[in-house]
Nanobody
Framework: QVQLEESGGGLVQAGGSLRLSCAAS????????TGWFRQAPGKEREFVAG????????NYADSVKGRFTISRDNAKNTAFLEMNSLKPEDTAVYYC?????????????????WGQGTQVTVSS
């Protein structure tokens, strides 16, 4: 089993940037696909970005393409979500998820492990 902890959230002005981190512990992170999801107030949780276990495939929601970048550093057991040109509609709690030997999946059910989330607030 792998434990995930997100960090890096905060308050930023529109047009600004944030870098979220997802630190994994408990198992060898290099075999886990990682996904980022978000949930805004009053809305369902939605897919943001995913990266396959081997890092060869990435996948992004249309709403963040060209602005967000997902990456991973297996040596640090950490995945990242670089968020640029942030918009107020990006405001949400961002969750990290992982699945052993997974692909860059966009469905919640494709991920077995989840973090507690980190709040991102973008002011206009």
């Amino acid at each position: 089993q792998v434990q995930l902890e997100e960090s890096g959230g905060g308050l930023v002005q529109a047009g600004g940037s944030l870098r979220l981190s997802c630190a994994a512990s408990g198992r060898t992170f290099s075999t886990y696909a990682t996904g980022w999801f978000r949930q805004a107030p009053g809305k369902e949780r939605e897919f943001v970005a995913g990266i396959s276990w081997n890092g060869r495939s990435t996948n992004y929601a249309d709403s963040v393409k060209g602005r967000f970048t997902i990456s991973r550093d297996n040596a640090k057991n950490t995945a990242f979500l670089e968020m640029n040109s942030l918009k107020p509609e990006d405001t949400a709690v961002y969750y990290c998820a992982a699945q052993n030997y997974g692909g860059a999946a966009y469905r919640e059910q494709d991920y077995a492990y989840w973090g507690q989330g980190t709040q991102v607030t973008v002011s206009s």
